[in-house]
């Protein structure tokens, strides 16, 4: 089991910059591929960024390359999610979640957090 516990959100002007943390716990961190997904009110919920277990590979969602990175800490046991040029569209509650490989798709992933609120006003 891994447990996963998001924090960071909270609301930030359109422009701003905001950053995430998931803490993880439980089973080794460093053996799993780390991802966040971003569900707003009313959609389905979308893939944003992954980073393999090693950290050295990244992907992203379309249009959020650019604009939010994705980085970890083995140490530290967490990964991060640094969002800049924040959109109103950005809006939407974020998960991190943990897989064995490198993924982009939901339910490819094993362990998710509870979530985290991100407002973004204009």
């Known amino acids: 089991q891994v447990q996963l516990v998001e924090s960071g959100g909270g609301l930030v002007q359109a422009g701003g910059s905001l950053g995430l943390s998931c803490a993880a716990s439980g089973r080794t961190f460093s053996s799993y591929a780390m991802g966040w997904f971003r569900q707003a009110p009313g959609k389905e919920r979308e893939f944003v960024a992954a980073?393999?277990?090693?950290?050295?590979?990244?992907y992203y969602g379309a249009s959020l390359k650019g604009r939010f990175v994705i980085s970890r800490d083995n140490v530290k046991n967490t990964v991060y999610l640094h969002m800049s040029s924040l959109r109103p569209e950005d809006t939407a509650v974020y998960y991190c979640?943990?897989?064995?490989?490198?993924?982009?798709?939901?339910?490819?992933?094993?362990?998710w957090g509870q979530g985290t609120q991100v407002t973004v006003s204009s």
């Open positions: 980073i393999s277990w090693s950290g050295g590979n990244t």
């Open positions: 979640a943990a897989a064995p490989t490198l993924r982009t798709r939901e339910y490819e992933y094993d362990y």
